[in-house]
């Protein structure tokens, strides 16, 4: 059983048989957390992550 949510404006018919859902298995990878208490300097500066250095 395959939860859908159709978000077309046009009907859709689903038939008995049709290939609706794909299923992809993959490795998920971890790694182990590191706490630090201080980071150090970023090209980026104060400005932070995603920053363009406009203001």
């Known amino acids: ?3 859908l ?3 077309g ?3 859709f018919t689903i038939a008995h048989g049709d ?3 794909q299923a992809v298995i993959a490795e998920v990878r971890r ?3 590191v706490e ?5 300097d970023s090209t980026r500066g104060s400005d932070g ?7």
């Open 9 to 11: 404006s046009e009907p």
């Open 49 to 55: 992550f995603g920053s363009t250095g406009l203001k």
């Open 19 to 21: 290939r609706i859902a």
């Open 5 to 7: 949510y159709y978000i």
């Open 31 to 33: 790694f182990p957390t």
């Open 36 to 40: 630090v208490s201080n980071l150090s």
């Open 1 to 3: 059983m395959v939860g």
